[in-house]
Every structure is written in C-alpha cells, then in structure tokens.
C-alpha cells in the first residue's frame, strides 16, 4: 500500500525561527491556526523532491449556508 504524504503550508510573521514557534504553538492551543494556513499539498511515492499537488482541505459548507447564500446573494470571503 502506497504511503501519500499530506503537507500543511502556514505562514508566520516572526523575527526568528524561534519566535514562529512559539506563535505557531499558541496559534494551535487558541484553535486559531486557520490564520496562518495558506496551502495544501499531497505527495505521493511516485512525486520527486519539490513536487506535489495542490489541494484544498477545507470542508465543504452546509445545506443553510448554501441556502442563506443563495437567498441573499453573498459571496464567502476567503481566510
């Protein structure tokens, strides 16, 4: 069986590596971490270094809130 490997991309805005840490661990313990992902990739075994697909993990939305966007008409902002 093939092993895929799922790469989460954030961006932190820190001085030093150890300063993004840091952030990064409050941002997971606050359950706030969705401010900083920018990407998804997946990698399988057959990919070379530097190469994966981009995917989006975002689950999707709800029958109200497909319903409540039709209905008036709002487009959902992106994070």
């Not at 989460?8 to 961006?11: A, G, P, S, T, W």
């Not at 989006?56 to 709800?62: D, R, S, T």
């Not at 109200?64 to 319903?67: C, E, Q, R």
């Given at each position: 069986m093939?092993?895929?490997k799922?790469i989460?991309?954030?961006?932190v805005?820190?001085?030093d590596?150890?300063?993004?840490?840091n952030r990064?661990?409050?941002a997971?313990?606050l359950?706030?971490?969705?401010d900083?992902h920018v990407?998804?990739y997946?990698k399988?075994?057959d990919d070379?270094?530097?190469?994966?697909t981009?995917v989006?993990?975002?689950?999707?939305?709800?029958w109200?809130?497909?319903?409540l966007?039709q209905l008036?008409?709002?487009?959902?902002?992106k994070?």
């Open positions: 093939p092993v895929y799922i989460r991309i954030y961006q805005p820190a001085k590596q150890i300063e993004a840490g990064m661990m409050q997971i313990a359950r706030v971490e969705r900083y990407m998804d997946v399988s075994p070379g270094l530097g190469k994966g981009k989006n993990l975002e689950a999707p939305k709800g109200v809130s497909g319903f966007e008036f008409g709002t487009a959902s902002k994070r």
